[in-house]
């Protein structure tokens, strides 16, 4: 019987605007511990993947730990694999930027560690066919994708012990297999017999599986105190260094340097199939469940059952969607840069910052839900596009684009101290950059339904539509404060996510005017009206002229409410009204309720800003936070997202008649 060859190793990750304190956990719980017990067995080779990001706060805080992996990769235990250096997922990334963020971490370990990788680790195991040109153009052999990755690709069980040759565009790629779950699955194994279930007597020189952990997974405390401290890790270890039958322990590059038959494959666009899962909602992920659980043959289930795609969180999710529409919207500024090859690079940096992968989707723990990951994000691509405007040269204006690829236009305002984008569909603003500080005003996140989520998350409430600002409500005049906090208000217009046409762009004025005809149901009928919003962009102001028409032939009585969520540092707000004598509400309540004011004003103390919400007619305004509850480290937690304000006037009006005001909102 031939030995199984087997590649042991695992592939860590910290996102970008994670807190020190989350590194650090990860560091003790998982990182530290799994390699101190792989220094003890230096006759056992090791593979090792580490993001860029983890990698520089590793060097700044953790220096011996960096010493360490230096001295295993000297006496050659340790093979390193490169990758995106801020662990994007390279498939939803432009090829130049894949190939520029797999050579700054390839330039970062050959510098450190003085080995170049040859191979590559693939976040989520996204995998497109396009990755096979792209990594071998980036100088890398190989990679690693999951057993039901190769089932998917046609490969039966027995192919799932052989590496395979891929290629595209004729450059071809080595694709190792792994063992998918091996967190989990090794687990459930006598760590003194180890893998011997996995061998088998037709095992040939070629066979071979792989075994990388996640080091997140391991950092979980059911799962690091197994491994760890109960010794789990040190005694498979000692059994297999012990061992002389069955297993061999090697490095992938040891392996191809032997000249191995490979099978041929071709794999389907795929990830792991935690993402493939969470991409779906929630009603179409339980009935991925059954139709998995109802597949008697599990090779079968993985085979044709693949769940969703990467880029359906596009569609899950609006945030993540426009993210993403930032952040391509951002590369096409970058590329056109010309002549300063330092400022270029500059850009390039901030830019592959904001392509961390981590955040634009949501599965096991917050993604796209986490509010300081979405801030990094959006920091780092306001600050490459920031970067991009050449000083003295750079003029304010309007530019009418698809910016997210939807089919309709969207108006973006690029100003001196602010951006504002204005979207076709409910014709609202949907991103509020203040350039000073990087901040996007408008990074807010909706309250999406979970398969996951408590009777308190459920009674919280769901939104119909993005948290953004300038949202056009028509309600019943006896609207209440709780039904419009919990999103069950019921929609009388359909305004808040009707199409709005330009019926004016005036870019030397930078002025917007958009019009929508809709019906409005008041005292059970439906009337038409017209509603024309101006929108006037000024250095650091945006003011909105609205003009509500009754077109129709019966009376219009309702309530006008254009909602306006801001993504503040806190969820701590200082309301001062100034149309009437100054009150300041307590700040431990946010949810405020304010009559007849003309002015709200809000300390941003983080960002060191004031925003200012003026209002020509005075109005009541109800003010309250907005919350969702997601999944972190197994738990369901309430995160803080964005702070709205909703003001209101009651409209009375004859038919033909029309009723007018004028809102600004300021940032300084």
């Given at each position: 019987?031939?030995?199984?060859?087997?590649?042991?190793?695992?592939?860590?990750?910290?996102?970008?605007?994670s807190g020190d304190e989350n590194f650090e956990r990860a560091y003790q719980s998982s990182f530290k511990p799994f390699l101190t017990v792989f220094y003890s067995y230096p006759e056992i080779p090791l593979v090792l993947h580490y993001s860029g990001t983890l990698l520089n706060w590793l060097e700044k805080n953790h220096p011996?730990?960096?010493?360490?992996?230096?001295?295993?990769?000297?006496?050659?235990?340790?093979?390193?694999?490169?990758?995106?250096?801020?662990?994007?997922?390279?498939?939803?990334?432009?090829?130049?930027?894949?190939?520029?963020?797999?050579?700054?971490?390839?330039?970062?370990?050959?510098?450190?560690?003085?080995?170049?990788?040859?191979?590559?680790?693939?976040?989520?195991?996204?995998?497109?066919?396009?990755?096979?040109?792209?990594?071998?153009?980036?100088?890398?052999?190989?990679?690693?994708?999951?057993?039901?990755?190769?089932?998917?690709?046609?490969?039966?069980?027995?192919?799932?012990?052989?590496?395979?040759?891929?290629?595209?565009?004729?450059?071809?790629?080595?694709?190792?297999?792994?063992?998918?779950?091996?967190?989990?699955?090794?687990?459930?194994?006598?760590?003194?017999?180890?893998?011997?279930?996995?061998?088998?007597?037709?095992?040939?020189?070629?066979?071979?599986?792989?075994?990388?952990?996640?080091?997140?997974?391991?950092?979980?405390?059911?799962?690091?105190?197994?491994?760890?401290?109960?010794?789990?890790?040190?005694?498979?270890?000692?059994?297999?260094?012990?061992?002389?039958?069955?297993?061999?322990?090697?490095?992938?590059?040891?392996?191809?340097?032997?000249?191995?038959?490979?099978?041929?494959?071709?794999?389907?666009?795929?990830?792991?199939?935690?993402?493939?899962?969470?991409?779906?909602?929630?009603?179409?992920?339980?009935?991925?469940?059954?139709?998995?659980?109802?597949?008697?043959?599990?090779?079968?289930?993985?085979?044709?059952?693949?769940?969703?795609?990467?880029?359906?969180?596009?569609?899950?999710?609006?945030?993540?969607?426009?993210?993403?529409?930032?952040?391509?919207?951002?590369?096409?500024?970058?590329?056109?840069?010309?002549?300063?090859?330092?400022?270029?690079?500059?850009?390039?940096?901030?830019?592959?910052?904001?392509?961390?992968?981590?955040?634009?989707?949501?599965?096991?723990?917050?993604?796209?839900?986490?509010?300081?990951?979405?801030?990094?994000?959006?920091?780092?691509?306001?600050?490459?596009?920031?970067?991009?405007?050449?000083?003295?040269?750079?003029?304010?204006?309007?530019?009418?684009?698809?910016?997210?690829?939807?089919?309709?236009?969207?108006?973006?305002f690029q100003g001196p101290e602010v951006n504002a984008y204005v979207h076709s569909r409910g014709g609202m603003l949907f991103e509020l950059d203040y350039l000073p500080s990087s901040w996007n005003y408008l990074d807010t996140m909706s309250r999406y339904p979970e398969s996951y989520h408590s009777a308190e998350a459920k009674?919280?409430?769901?939104?119909?539509?993005?948290?953004?600002?300038?949202?056009?409500?028509?309600?019943?005049?006896?609207?209440?404060?709780?039904?419009?906090?919990?999103?069950?208000?019921?929609?009388?217009?359909?305004?808040?996510?009707?199409?709005?046409?330009?019926?004016?762009?005036?870019?030397?004025?930078?002025?917007?005017?958009?019009?929508?005809?809709?019906?409005?149901?008041?005292?059970?009928?439906?009337?038409?009206?017209?509603?024309?919003?101006?929108?006037?962009?000024?250095?650091?102001?945006?003011?909105?002229?609205?003009?509500?028409?009754?077109?129709?032939?019966?009376?219009?009585?309702?309530?006008?409410?254009?909602?306006?969520?801001?993504?503040?540092?806190?969820?701590?707000?200082?309301?001062?009204?100034?149309?009437?004598?100054?009150?300041?509400?307590?700040?431990?309540?946010?949810?405020?309720?304010?009559?007849?004011?003309?002015?709200?004003?809000?300390?941003?103390?983080?960002?060191?800003?004031?925003?200012?919400?003026?209002?020509?007619?005075?109005?009541?305004?109800?003010?309250?936070?907005?919350?969702?509850?997601?999944?972190?480290?197994?738990?369901?937690?309430?995160?803080?997202?964005?702070?709205?304000?909703?003001?209101?006037?009651?409209?009375?009006?004859?038919?033909?008649?029309?009723?007018?005001?004028?809102?600004?909102?300021?940032?300084?």
């Amino acid at each position: 019987m031939s030995k199984l060859n087997l590649i042991l190793g695992s592939h860590n990750h910290v996102p970008e605007g994670s807190g020190d304190e989350n590194f650090e956990r990860a560091y003790q719980s998982s990182f530290k511990p799994f390699l101190t017990v792989f220094y003890s067995y230096p006759e056992i080779p090791l593979v090792l993947h580490y993001s860029g990001t983890l990698l520089n706060w590793l060097e700044k805080n953790h220096p011996e730990f960096i010493m360490l992996m230096n001295e295993m990769v000297g006496r050659k235990q340790v093979e390193l694999l490169g990758g995106g250096f801020y662990e994007p997922i390279l498939s939803l990334i432009s090829s130049t930027d894949r190939l520029g963020q797999v050579e700054l971490l390839t330039t970062y370990l050959r510098k450190r560690f003085g080995k170049r990788p040859r191979g590559v680790w693939l976040a989520e195991k996204a995998w497109e066919n396009s990755l096979a040109a792209s990594l071998q153009g980036c100088g890398m052999d190989y990679t690693f994708l999951d057993d039901n990755h190769f089932l998917a690709g046609g490969i039966d069980a027995k192919g799932l012990k052989l590496a395979c040759i891929t290629e595209d565009q004729g450059k071809s790629l080595v694709v190792f297999p792994l063992l998918s779950n091996a967190e989990t699955r090794i687990l459930d194994m006598d760590p003194s017999t180890g893998l011997d279930r996995l061998i088998e007597a037709e095992d040939t020189p070629e066979s071979v599986i792989s075994i990388i952990l996640d080091g997140s997974i391991m950092a979980k405390p059911e799962i690091s105190g197994r491994l760890f401290a109960g010794k789990w890790l040190d005694s498979f270890l000692k059994a297999l260094s012990n061992s002389s039958d069955g297993l061999h322990p090697l490095l992938p590059g040891h392996f191809l340097r032997g000249d191995p038959i490979l099978q041929k494959g071709y794999f389907p666009s795929f990830a792991s199939e935690r993402m493939m899962r969470c991409s779906l909602t929630p009603g179409n992920r339980k009935r991925y469940d059954e139709l998995l659980r109802s597949c008697k043959d599990t090779a079968v289930g993985a085979t044709f059952v693949r769940g969703g795609g990467v880029r359906q969180f596009f569609i899950r999710y609006r945030e993540s969607a426009l993210l993403y529409a930032k952040m391509q919207y951002v590369h096409i500024l970058v590329n056109q840069l010309r002549g300063d090859k330092y400022r270029k690079q500059t850009a390039l940096d901030e830019l592959w910052k904001g392509q961390c992968g981590d955040v634009y989707w949501h599965g096991d723990s917050d993604g796209i839900y986490r509010n300081e990951m979405r801030k990094s994000a959006y920091r780092a691509l306001i600050e490459s596009e920031k970067i991009t405007r050449e000083k003295g040269n750079f003029i304010p204006s309007i530019i009418p684009v698809d910016f997210d690829l939807d089919g309709l236009k969207e108006y973006l305002f690029q100003g001196p101290e602010v951006n504002a984008y204005v979207h076709s569909r409910g014709g609202m603003l949907f991103e509020l950059d203040y350039l000073p500080s990087s901040w996007n005003y408008l990074d807010t996140m909706s309250r999406y339904p979970e398969s996951y989520h408590s009777a308190e998350a459920k009674d919280s409430g769901y939104d119909r539509y993005s948290r953004k600002a300038f949202i056009d409500h028509f309600w019943s005049p006896q609207a209440e404060r709780k039904s419009v906090v919990s999103g069950k208000e019921e929609e009388r217009g359909g305004f808040y996510n009707a199409v709005y046409q330009a019926l004016d762009l005036n870019r030397s004025h930078h002025e917007l005017t958009l019009a929508c005809d809709s019906k409005v149901v008041a005292r059970g009928r439906e009337i038409p009206v017209r509603l024309i919003k101006r929108f006037l962009f000024k250095k650091n102001t945006i003011t909105v002229h609205y003009s509500i028409t009754n077109i129709g032939g019966d009376r219009l009585q309702t309530l006008f409410a254009p909602e306006i969520n801001l993504s503040l540092s806190s969820d701590r707000l200082d309301f001062v009204k100034t149309a009437v004598p100054v009150v300041v509400p307590e700040p431990a309540n946010p949810d405020r309720a304010l009559e007849n004011v003309s002015e709200v004003l809000i300390d941003d103390e983080a960002n060191e800003t004031q925003i200012r919400l003026t209002s020509e007619k005075p109005t009541d305004v109800w003010a309250f936070t907005v919350s969702t509850y997601s999944r972190m480290a197994d738990a369901e937690v309430r995160t803080y997202q964005s702070s709205c304000l909703v003001p209101r006037w009651r409209v009375d009006l004859a038919p033909q008649g029309t009723w007018e005001n004028r809102v600004t909102l300021q940032i300084g």
